[in-house]
């Protein structure tokens, strides 16, 4: 069960979030954050690969 926003406990400060990635942080495994295009493209499947019906 939900709780409607109204009825939420407010705070006054935010979490610190930290401001910098690093840049070669490994990629999580799984499909996160990609297109369909890039994964299809990724996966070397290719329009021709099907046949239309």
Do not use: C, F, I, Q
């Not at 910098?20 to 942080?25: L, M, T």
Request: aromatic share 2%; proline share 13%.
């Amino acid at each position: 069960m939900t709780v409607p926003e109204e009825n939420r406990p407010k705070t006054d400060t935010t979490d610190d979030v930290p401001d910098r990635r690093e840049e070669n942080a490994p990629r999580p495994p799984g499909g996160t954050g990609r297109t369909l295009r890039e994964a299809l493209e990724e996966a070397h499947v290719r329009p021709d690969d099907y046949d239309e019906k």
